[in-house]
């Protein structure tokens, strides 16, 4: 950033990504404040941490804040997920501020450092945080701060926290080994990134090494053809310097230009350069092998026994062992990943009664997510609830969002959640529920959710309860544990 700059405002700080850069810019010594519609968890976390933020869209309320902005020394940064008429946009804007989109203010950071990044429509998320957990074990043990074994980096992680948490990373979701969706440490020469594709925002990233975890299409909004969207991933492939790592079967759906090796990864499908093989699952744990170019790491198991972790653990696995992660480290490291928050998440377990909670919300994401929950109470009547998220998404794949709900036993619609968008006529989740084959369907507000959902878990016991989305419904959660617990 320029020296001029002693403010950052960021225009939607309550974004995941967002809210990281901004406690990195605090931590780096700038005076920070941002302005959000509504508060969350994430912006009261920020403002317990001594940063200001506005609510609301009155753009009087932001010129006569008490924090002063000047286009002079303010930069500021914004999510494209705020709306160009936004009206405290359009005032900083009129007054003339220099203005970042997230992703280029991000690209300046890791421009500096060898950038570990991870792109794709799924699973970036999770294997992004599992490499940034193996990177930091590693970095841990080169600085001096641990020894190997899995109970010694769990100990001691409040106490690295004070001098490095032995990696840099930018993260999607908050980790649950480290609380938090930045980490931070001077000594490391890697920052772990999530490479965001919607608005073509990883275009302004220059990664070292990426891995690229699936390119069905998704924000058609944006990109317009399924064939522009894969075309935007062979662009950010040609950025890369180092390796990228494809999922097997995309080195034949994308045209890689680039001087970057292409090495490939899978959870099962021997072809490939990082694979898993005899895996097991056995009283909710999964065990595996790891085969890789130079040998095999056997009897891994994975902390998050979720079958798709298995395919996010080789693909980290295999961008750690690539910077001099050690077979101990991956093993240890996998062992002690405790999650994401909001990435199959099980806040009650019971008898009678399991609830989960995961962020999916393509219908590809939907289908692994049913899948994983299939394979750990398969005896169980599994009812999801899903509340669809952007206008333009739930139109663009009504009828898979539709095929894929019908594979539940039953299933609770919410109302769409807008986010970045205006209404589209004839768009709503009713829409999705005429074309949901399943006998058992039900479009609730969010207040009959809550009022209902006890009775309805109770009648159907043993019960498996799925929430999915990506929108607010994550403000729910607490309350439907509370409610299935009692």
């Known amino acids: 950033m320029s020296e001029t700059n002693k403010q950052i405002f960021f225009l939607g700080i309550g974004g995941i990504g967002m809210s990281a ?46 924090l002063k902005l000047s286009t002079e020394d303010t930069l500021v940064v914004r999510t494209p997920a705020v709306p160009e008429n936004n009206s405290i946009y359009t005032y900083l804007r009129e007054q003339g501020f220099t203005i970042l989109k997230r992703a280029e203010a991000l690209g300046k950071i890791t421009a500096t450092k060898k950038a570990l990044c991870v792109a794709g429509t799924h699973g970036k998320t999770t294997t992004s945080t599992i490499l940034a957990h193996l990177m930091a074990v590693h970095g841990k043990n080169e600085h001096g701060l641990t020894r190997k074994g899995t109970e010694n980096n769990c100990s001691q992680i409040n106490q690295i926290k004070q001098i490095g948490d032995g990696v840099n990373a930018f993260l999607g979701g908050i980790s649950e080994n480290y609380k938090t969706n930045l980490l931070l440490d001077k000594e490391s020469e890697y920052v772990v990134v999530e490479a965001d594709e919607f608005d073509r925002s990883f275009h302004h990233l220059r990664p070292y090494m990426t891995v690229v975890t699936s390119v069905d299409p998704d924000h058609l909004d944006i990109y317009g053809t399924p064939e522009a969207y894969r075309e935007s991933f062979e662009h950010y492939c040609s950025l890369v310097s180092n390796t990228i790592l494809l999922k097997y079967g995309l ?57 798709v972790n298995i395919e996010n653990s080789v693909a980290a696995a295999a961008i750690a062992l690539l910077n001099g992660v050690t077979e101990d480290e991956v093993r240890s490291g996998l062992a002690t990943f405790k999650g994401v928050h909001r990435r199959f998440n099980i806040h009650v377990q019971t008898p009678e009664v399991a609830y989960i909670d995961d962020y999916a919300h393509h219908p590809q994401e939907i289908a692994a997510s049913i899948a994983s929950v299939r394979k750990l109470y398969p005896e169980r009547h599994l009812l999801g609830i899903f509340q669809p998220h952007l206008y333009t998404r739930t139109r663009d794949f009504a009828d898979e969002f539709a095929a894929v709900l019908s594979t539940l036993d039953e299933v609770i619609l919410l109302p769409i959640y807008p986010a970045r968008e205006l209404p589209i006529e004839g768009v709503k989740s009713e829409m999705l529920l005429n074309k949901i084959t399943l006998r058992d369907k039900h479009l609730l507000s969010k207040e009959a959710l809550l009022a209902e959902i006890g009775e309805r878990a109770r009648k159907m016991a043993p019960v498996a309860v799925l929430t999915i989305g990506a929108g607010d419904v994550d403000r729910l959660v607490s309350a439907i544990a509370e409610t299935l617990n009692g």
Not at 300 to 307: A, R, T
């Open 21 to 66: 850069l901004a406690r990195y810019y605090k931590h780096e010594g700038y005076t920070v404040a941002g302005y959000d519609r509504t508060p969350s968890d994430l912006t009261r976390a920020l403002e317990n941490e001594g940063i200001e933020i506005v609510y609301g869209d009155d753009q009087l309320e932001i010129g006569d804040w008490r």
């Open 251 to 307: 080195q034949d759906k994308l045209h890689i230009q680039s001087q970057a090796r292409v090495l490939t990864y899978s959870a099962e499908d021997t072809r490939a350069n990082f694979y898993a093989a005899n895996i097991a699952t056995k009283g909710g744990t999964i065990t595996f092998d790891l085969h890789y170019p130079d040998g095999v790491i056997g009897k891994i198991q994975l902390g998050v026994p979720v079958w």
